[in-house]
């Protein structure tokens, strides 16, 4: 169990933690959240004692083992599985010293311990992780030196993955993984057999892999249990109690303030006057939950342009050598929005290439609308910026012509105010470099946006920001992301890119992670059935009433809804003595919630059914 008891701590005079307190129950799986530059990262180290605190105290059981990716694994000769099996350091003495021992009592307990930790199963231990990590057999065998930092970094986090730490402490995994590894790391998570905490903005990540939420906010540490959306729920229902709380304190503040400046001065009123002030200093401030900061993302609009604007007709492209992908019959539309699914390797990046004009065809036709523009975004372009430049610099290379303060509201239009828009590049934090990136890649209002994985770095309500701009988005988007939940909002179309070839993808992303974790290596389709003839005048009338059900079951839902948030926003609900109804209350909202859920799903099918009918 690890315990946090009132700690308290700053950085360069700025507290971070003041009386802060939470309990982590053994083998939780727990979300770390918080906004960014509240102190996520700096309780890692402290709880790994890398940092003193200025007071309380963090506990854990003796010998507990703490686990976590500080950096990637160095460049050297020694092959990815050698690497992972080395982070097992107990292992590694114990198999050294089994070579060199002559102490027979020694050498049983060795072969008893190599026994106890199951040391001959591990090789294939590693592998398998390595492979749900992106590295196939032939990889596995290959030196570090052979790869770059993003999958240098994949290696780190499949060793301490593999040497299974009592505690292990992430920050931000999903970062340098892709869609498959991001979903395989998910899978292997809920399965840990010990405590895991993570810092993350991975909504899916979030909702599939933990047991509940550790929230830092205002210096202080509350724990909820339940999946991010639960605690993001009660949140929301929390804080809609505490301002009705608070607007009628301040109501009945100012009519006790009120009476005592009318009749402080009155003889005959100085006692109740008197009494009233008595009771405006006994009143305890009520502070709602701070709101979140709302982040844009304004994407200029594009002119519309004749369908289609991209089309390819038998079109093979690579790198000098054998193509990488073959025969590709594909066709982009302005209002397309697109999600590029497969494995690592598969090609998804290559094809964004082609499509972006940063690699030409090698075979075929591809023919673009002649006004078409076009706007890349790629995490390497992030690392490219000018460290030594500020953001106001960047822009003003890309418009010289501009006047200052049409710059700046540019860069305000991406969260990007003018204390960020004149710090220069290499001090800003990873989420407004993103940001300037994203600028920067849609500043010409291009007809189609290409985004190769472009929340990492950005917080849930960048995250959010960044859903809402591409809905209202006039141009059509291409994503490549290992976020499902921007995937599933975003994306009306998916591509699966595989085997050299680029086909639509039937199924929905829930199938497709479904088949990827039963370990399917090539997800299937099912075969799209010909369209049916025009239904018959008796199966649309019952396709009709059908809808008209759906839509009395979610008005019946919604008005139910609307009683549990009602009851929910009694302010007397939230006292302690009460504490057993509340939950009662929020479960059964829970509930209602996912019922609606389910019938907006039902009522959207029938829907879509009477449309292909022709009714």
């Not at 099996?85 to 307990?109: G, M, N, S, V, Y």
């Not at 100085?270 to 844009?296: C, F, G, H």
């Not at 790198?319 to 999600?339: E, F, K, S």
């Not at 299937?524 to 839509?551: D, I, M, N, T, W």
Request: hydrophobic share 40%.
């Amino acid at each position: 169990m690890l315990r946090i008891t009132d700690i308290t701590f700053s950085v360069e005079g700025r507290p971070l933690f003041e009386g802060a307190t939470a309990t982590i129950p053994y083998g939780h799986k727990v979300g770390l959240v918080g906004r960014n530059g509240t102190g996520k990262s700096t309780l890692f180290r402290l709880i790994r004692g890398e940092l003193a605190l200025e007071g309380g105290e963090i506990t854990l059981p003796a010998r507990v083992r703490i686990g976590g990716v500080a950096q990637e694994v160095p460049s050297s000769a020694t092959s990815l599985l050698d690497t992972v099996l080395q982070a097992d350091t107990e292992r590694a003495a114990l198999l050294a010293e089994a070579e060199t021992a002559t102490d027979p009592h020694r050498i049983a307990e060795v072969q008893h311990r190599l026994a106890d930790i199951d040391a001959w199963s591990a090789e294939g231990r590693a592998s398998a992780i390595l492979k749900g990590l992106g590295f196939d057999a032939a990889a596995q065998a290959r030196p570090c030196s052979d790869f770059s930092g993003g999958w240098r970094m994949r290696v780190a986090l499949a060793g301490v993955l593999f040497a299974q730490p009592d505690l292990l402490l992430l920050d931000e995994p999903t970062n340098y993984l892709d869609l498959e590894g991001a979903l395989w790391l998910e899978s292997y998570l809920a399965r840990y057999p010990h405590t895991v905490i993570i810092i993350s903005h991975d909504r899916g990540l979030l909702n599939r892999a933990v047991q509940g939420i550790l929230h830092l906010d205002t210096r202080k540490l509350t724990y909820w249990t339940g999946p991010y959306d639960q605690f993001a729920r009660q949140m929301a229902e929390r804080r809609t109690v505490l301002l009705a709380e608070a607007r009628k304190q301040e109501l009945r503040r100012a009519h006790l303030q009120s009476f005592v400046d009318r009749f402080k001065a009155k003889a005959s009123k100085a006692v109740q006057a008197q009494s009233r002030v008595k009771m405006l200093e006994k009143m305890t401030p009520i502070t709602p939950p701070e709101e979140a900061r709302r982040q844009v993302f304004t994407f200029p609009a594009p002119e519309e342009l004749s369908p289609p604007i991209i089309n390819l007709d038998g079109v093979a492209v690579g790198y000098g050598g054998r193509p990488v992908l073959r025969r590709l019959n594909l066709r982009i539309d302005q209002d397309d929005r697109i999600a590029l699914l497969g494995r690592n390797g598969e090609g998804k990046s290559t094809l964004s290439k082609l499509l972006a004009g940063k690699l030409a065809a090698c075979e075929g036709r591809m023919t673009r609308s002649g006004k078409l523009r076009i706007g890349y975004f790629a995490q390497h372009q992030v690392d490219e910026l000018h460290i030594d430049e500020t953001p106001l610099q960047h822009v003003m290379r890309l418009r010289p012509a501009e006047g200052q303060a049409r710059l700046r509201a540019r860069l305000a239009g991406f969260g990007l105010l003018a204390d960020q828009a004149e710090t220069v590049v290499g001090r800003l934090s990873g989420g407004q470099k993103a940001r300037l990136s994203l600028l920067l890649a849609t500043i010409d209002a291009p007809h189609l946006l290409i985004l190769d994985e472009p929340t990492n770095h950005l917080d849930m309500e960048s995250r959010e920001a960044l859903v809402e701009a591409l809905t209202e988005y006039s141009g059509a988007v291409i994503l490549v992301s290992h976020d499902m939940h921007l995937l599933g909002l975003v994306a009306d179309r998916l591509w699966l890119v595989k085997d050299g070839a680029v086909e639509p993808f039937a199924e929905d992303l829930d199938e497709y992670r479904r088949q990827l974790l039963a370990g399917d290596e090539t997800p299937k389709q099912k075969p799209v059935a010909p369209k049916p003839g025009r239904a018959s005048r008796e199966e649309v009338a019952a396709l009709r009433a059908e809808v008209k059900k759906c839509e009395e079951r979610i008005d019946k839902l919604n008005r139910m809804r609307d009683q549990l948030a009602a009851r929910l926003a009694e302010p007397g609900l939230y006292e302690q003595a009460r504490a057993g109804e509340r939950e009662t209350w929020q479960k059964k909202y829970a509930e209602v919630m996912e019922g609606l859920d389910r019938a907006e799903t039902l009522w959207l099918k029938a829907e879509a059914r009477l449309e292909s009918a022709g009714g």
